[in-house]
Structures are given as C-alpha cells and as structure tokens.
C-alpha cells in the first residue's frame, strides 16, 4: 500500500517554498530518500544492462560468489553454482544459507534472518564501493550496458554514454557530467589499447556471451564508463 500512496510516488526533492512551509516533513510534502535495499541494488544492474531474467516463481538459485566461501566456513556441502539464466533472477530468488550468507547481500545491509528483523539497517561503506566496482555481477552488468549502448544509434562516444545514462539513471546527463563520462573513456581506452590482454580479460568477466562483432578495446572502455554509472549513489537511491 505505501509503495502505491501519492506521498511515496512523490520526489525527495522540494522547492524552496515546500521547505519553508514543511521542513520537517511532517505533512507528507515530499516522499522518502534512500538507498535501496540489497536485493533492488543487484535488480536495478541487471535490468538496466538487459540481463534481468523476469520469469516469476521457480527454485532457489545460487548466483556467483567467492570461491570455496562454503568449504572455508566448515559447512558440509559445496556451493553449486547455477549457470545460464538462472545466473539472473531476481535477488527474491537466491539461495540463502543462514551460516554462511550470500556475501554480496549482506554488503549491503540484508538481513542475516538469524533472527526476525522488522526495519533492515543502510550503512555506507568502503566495501559497497567495492562491491559495485569489482564484484562479478556488476562486472557483467556493467559489460551488457556497454555492448547496448554501442550497438544502438549512438555513434559517438557522448551518444552512447548518454543512451546508457539515460537507461540506467532515466534523465540525461548534465554537460559537466558527460565531459568527465567522455574524458574517463578516453582515458580507458588509451589504456586498453596499450594492453588488449587486459581488454579481453575484462570483457570476458561473466558467463554472458560476449559480442564478437564489437572492438574489444572500445568495449572495454564502454564497460568501464558504465561500471562507474552503476557505483554511483544516484543508481543506488531512491529519491
């Protein structure tokens, strides 16, 4: 009910005369600002690049996660990955294991469920940033937002982020963003094209099929740009 209320639909931004009129929010002026829940943070990746698989209900499955986390942790079973598009249900869907709980979840603040909790906590760490940049699935997110953005319309280098701007954060980029945006891939591809091993390992991250018919360089640097759009605080609130 409070997801569909005009309050919650409402932006967390005001205007300066709803400030004056109710600073406190008291009266329901503007709705809530936040930083989504773990499991919206995974979702919002994978449906931004394309690699959501929106099929409802079905078994538990069991996403990417450090190697060996189970054996290390003394539990009698291993941890058998699921492949294909079972790799991207929704974060309802994953496998938990009480004693040793999905890592990249709890990162994130999700309840361990060792006990009933009713509000989860939202922290701000090092480790989220991390998470965000380094961790396989956002890797791979990263990755297929960058090979729709070069597949689409866009020719150049600030078409094409903006479509992946836009597709991940629903508005265009400001002028100021786009300049960093286009000098970061610039400079990343500078990179790349010294070293097109590091390129290929990059864009291989992930069991999705890469697209062959795109410049390995050029891609790597587009997954790199859109690695960064996808840390942002912006991809990861709700205001």
Known sequence: TVLFSSTYQQTSAASEPQVAQDPANR??????????PAEMIRDQALAASGLLMERLGGPSVKPYQPA???????????????????????GIYTYWKRTVAPPNLITFDAATRETCVVRESRTNTPLQALTLLNEITFVESARNLAQQAMRSDGTSVSERITIA????LTRSPSAD???????GWHAHHHRFCDDPAAARAFVEIGESPVDTALDV?????YTATCSVLLSLDEAVTRN
């Open 177 to 183: 963003e786009l300049r960093v945006l286009v000098e």
């Open 27 to 36: 009266f329901l002026t503007r709705g809530p600002r936040f930083r989504m």
């Open 165 to 168: 701007f836009r597709r991940l």
């Open 217 to 221: 360089m050029e891609l790597a640097a």
């Open 68 to 90: 060996d986390l189970w054996k290390e942790l003394a539990t009698d079973t291993l941890y058998q990955q699921s492949h294909g598009g079972d790799l991207f249900r929704r």
